[in-house]
Structure formats: C-alpha cells, structure tokens
C-alpha cells in the first residue's frame, strides 16, 4: 500500500494542497499532519500565491484520523499529548496562521480531522453528497481541546455536540443551514465551482486579502487560551500592528483610482 | 391545587426530570428551581446516569416562571437579587456543571424559565407545534444579565433581541433555523425520537462525553463574567487539568481495539 | 447635485433617522458619518424616544462610503486612520452605545458602510430584493479592524469571509438565513412592516428594553478590544452597575400587576 502523503502544487497565483491516501479515504497518518504545516508555512512565506485549495485525492476529502497506527501512541499520556499537540495542531495552526485565502474543496467523506483542516480553511464549497461528521465518541476518546474549540467555532456549538455527544453524522445541506459551509453545489460541479472560486479570490487586492484575514483571526484569539499548558507554535508572520500602514500602498491606490476611472483595477 | 414540584427517575443509565406544574403549564416556582439545582448535582455526582431527559408534565415544556409568585419578592432589590442569583441562576449552573449529557424534550409552550432551561441542555428536540419566546417585556422587567447572556449565546443575538426588545414569539422551525433546536419532529414522534437519543448516547463511550463537555463548557467561561457582583456557586467537580490522561484507560483502549477488531465497543 | 446629510425626524415616542444621498444610492460621506454620531447622542440623551428606525431615502438602504471623496484623505496614513477611528467608528459606536431599540429598514443596496450601520441596529427588516455585501477588495483596501469585528460578528464569520475575501454578494434571504436579519417581506410591504414592529416596540416597557440593551450590548465588550491604539470614544451614558436596582420601580410594578388584573400594561 501507499503511504498517505500531501501533494503540492502550484500554477501562476493559485496553489493547491492535495491528501493523498485514497485506500484510506485519506486520512491523515502523522506524516501528513506534519506535511501539512510545511505546505502551510512555504504558502505563508510565498510571495506570489493568492489563493490556495485544499482537495482530498479521489472521491473523498477526508475520513479522520489514520486509526491503524494509534496503538503505537495512543496509550501513552506523553505520546497522546504530542500526537495532538504537535502533529495535529502543528498542521492546524500553520492553516489558521495563514494569511492567503484557503478555499476547501470536500466531496464524499469529511469526519474528524477532515472537518479540522476544513474549520481552518476561509471558504468552504462542498459536493451535495458530501458526509460530515466527528463520531469518536465510538472509538473511546473525546477531542482534543483545542480541535473542539476549533470545530465548535466554526460549525456551531449546537452541531458540534451533536457530532461529539451522538457521533450524528451530517449531510452537505445541514453544514450549509449551519453556516459552516459557502456553497453546497452538484458533485459534478465541485470542481468547476472552487475553480472558479479561487481565481476569482486571486484577482481581488492581495493587500487587502492578507489584511483582512488578520483582522478576522485576531476576533477568534480566545482559541489560544481554551485550555492551559499547551506550546505555542511560533508564528511564521505576525499580524499588523497598524491596521492603517497600508494608505499610500499602490494597490490601495489603483483600487480607488479604477474606480474613479470607471476600469476594472489591475491588483 | 398541587403545588409545583421536579420529578426524578432512573432507569438504568437513563435519568429523566419532569417539571410537575401542570395547571400553570409547568411555570417555576422558587421551590422548583432549588429542586432543580438539586437534581441535577445528584446526576454529577451519580457514577452510573450516561444520560439525562428534562421534560415538561403534560402537553408543555415550561411557560416561564410562577408569575403568581412574583408580588411576594420581586419589588424589593435584596430579594429580587436573591431570587435571579440564587435560585435561578443556582439551578441553571448546576446544569450548566453537569457533565453527563442532557437532552431537552420540548412540547407546547417553551417561555422565559423555559428558554433557559432549554439552553442548558446539549441536544434539544421539540415538537413542530412548540411554541418559544421570552416576553417579559409586558411584564414590565428586564431578563437578568446571566440568563439573557446564556439565551442570547444559545439562541443567537438577533433572535435574543426579537425576544426581548419586540417579546416576539417563535415557532419550532425558526429555532430549528437559529441553530438552537437540534431536531424538530412531529408532535406524536416526540417521546420515541428523544428516548432513541437517550439511548443512543448512553451506549457510546461515557468518559469521553464528560471530557467533551468539560471542553465546550470551558469555550463558555466568559459567561461567567457577564456582570460583576455576583455570587459564585461552588462546581461539584471540577474539569480536568489535565486532557490527556484519559491515554491508558480501559474506554479508551476498547474503543480503538473494537475498530481494529471490526467489533462493536463495550462501554 | 445636493450634498449628502441626514434627516432627524420624531413622532411620538418614535424616532426616525433617514440617510439622504439619494444620488449617490445614499452613500456615507464624512459629513453624514459625524451626523449619525450627533443623531444617535441625541436619542441617547432624550427622555421620550422608544424606538428609532433607520432608513434610507429613496429607493436604498445605503451603497456604501462615498467614494468621490476617498482620494482626499485615504492615501494618507494620519488622515486614513481619523476617518476610519474618528468620523466611521465615532458615528457606528454612538449607535452601539444607544439604549433605545433600533429598527433597520433595509431596501435595495446595503454594501459596505450600509451593513455596518445595519450591523448596530437590534432588528433588522428587509425588502426581499435588497443586496448584500462589502465588496472593497476590488477597490484595494480591507475593512478597518473594528468594523470587520462588528460586520463578522453580525453576519457571522463564514458570510463576512466570502463578502471580505471573494467581493461576494447575497440576498435578503441569504442574509436571513445566516441569522442577520429578522424578517425578510415583499417590498411593497417594508414601511408598513416597520412602522408596526415600531409601535410594537414601543408600547413595552421601555426601561427594561434599555436594560436589556445594555445588557446585550456587554456581551459584545471583546469588540472594543480589537486592535490597540484605539482612541476612546465617551460614552453618552454609563450602563447600570446594578442590574437589579429596578426592583421597586413604577415600570416593574405595572407590569406585573397588570398581569395578575389580567389587564394590558400601561408603560
């Protein structure tokens, strides 16, 4: 069998990170998680990329965790802290501290760290037949911390108990009702549909993208401090300290004079 | 008439509280919100409930509090306070505390203590014929600052607003669409479809839903700070320190070995 | 062509603040953003005011900030910074700070300035045509800190990525969907739908709707809190230390009172 891997890509402005382990719906081995914050950290440090899309390889985004290699580390306190602390969160973290816009694209199975990498993710387009849930509660132990508060942010402390106390499972439209999700379109369409979505992030200001992003993470800062003792990942960038450096920017500036020219602004 | 009173049953892992108040449509009197305080530290210290139902006698939830009452202690500051902080609030942080998962079964009128209530439950399914609202503001008072933070967190701000400031009333579908209710089902379906969610929790695994619980109740702290002055009610347990020593415990062991085994778990 | 200010209008316990700009679909200049600040401080200090509606003159809510006059100041750090910290966040936090209830009558376009000004009303009526969105990404800026803090938590974090980051727009039921608005209804149907939740407002207690309000409103304090440097904007009026100082009002005992006479409150 093939070792689950991240693959990378990159074409002009817009990247694209793909999950790559299809005979396990693709869940993420602790390898991933790791490539995860590295796709994430080069992204950051990239200068030119607009936009990125996180797909899963095949039919499915991505069905949890990989379980066949939990007995080796599950069992042991220090081992299950790591695990959550540094490969898990080492790869979420690196998301939420991404600057670039991040769509997902999800189609078939979204349980457990699929709906973790999603949480992380800005705009989130699904396939109708896409599957959501966080069942763990069958195989014996709760969420870490700060993937709870994570997921219950973004899907809602109502569904997020739901996935967590009943292990329910969820269908595309119920994500969308919850506002967890942007658009729910045909499965045929998905591809189309976040294609579209990512060039039409990459014409906009990329300025602006950066800073708004900034803006919307520093609201969500209570993350940080859900439970106590956690390492802290150092940041690749801080955020702005000064929301209003950006006036005499050049991009600020065609923005605002296309306007007045009545043209389409070239960012 | 038969004064208000809580009802208490056990059936195996299954506990189930009544509001016995049936000629006021189960409205709260004092008494009942210290028996509700007391029930409900019964359960967090119980070893054995994996689950509790809170339900209303008869064809209603709970219509508010026992206006009847109200001459008695409202119009004096001392005990208007006493009434909020203590017995109110009192039996809504021993809910709040509980860490065994507790599902709200909703028929009929859902107003004012009603509400409350509700939002102290995880799971909460209603009849399609029930009926919501906090209109105090015809009763010439403002909801106290922990119980509107508590509804305005569960309901949402817009509708806490419409509650309050217009004492709008809403049907089961608008809090379906708010995210508060989790299911809405025919008026007949409702005993069996909360005794099938009852059940279907108590079979997953128990340690794990307390962890989670302890985990998205800490998400909530701030609630606790709404308003300076207040009294404190002392947690009969406190959450855990430590998230990971759940590691080598025989739940979470069983739970992992039955998914590698292709086995059912045994909790 | 005429210059765009604001129309103060009182009837009654009702106010009525019309934003006039019509040729430019009611956009905000400088001007009409400190007017709405002197507006909303007066409301503020007004004994008699129940409720206040805002509106749009014409055919719109409001289309945004009047561009025409961006080249002046916004490509000046110093003068970037006053408008948004002094002229914007002056008018929207006077807003915030008022304890009378707010009804927003939205038609036609609400972009930009338009949903943050929605974004400090307590009930939010649309015409089921009007539009929704902040598309400044093409005009090369991001939304100050404390303004995409106030939009995001109103429209929700999903809905204020995809208007922030993809120059998305929506539609009245979209908005009402996310939770924004309160009601959506023909268009022929606005006015006289907002005239009524006026007079519904107005006739309870009015007390208890600005102790509500400013208890709402503390729930929302982390806003403040956004980003540092912020200058500090005094508040009109200091909320209650005493949430239960009510007790022995005339207001209070009406209501209940009335209750128990079975008769309609006089506030």
Known sequence: MVPGTLRFEQVGPLARITLCHTHRFNAMTRLMWRELRVAFEHVQLSQDIRCVVVAGEGSHFCSGGDISEYAAFRFQEASLREFHEGDVWGGLQAMLDCDVPIVAQIAGNCMGAGVEIASCCDIRVSAQSARFGAPIAKLGFPMAPREAALVAREVGAVMARQMLLE???????????????????????????????????????PQAARMNKQTLRELNQPLAGVSSGFSHHKKVVKSTLNPYAYANSAEHREGIQAFLDKRKPAF
Chains 1, 2, 3 share one sequence.
């Open 167 to 205: 292990a329910a499972l969820f269908g595309a439209h119920d994500l969308k009702a919850a506002g967890f999700l942007s658009r729910v379109v045909d499965d045929d369409a998905l591809d189309a549909e976040v294609q579209a979505t990512a060039l039409r992030i990459a014409a906009l200001a």
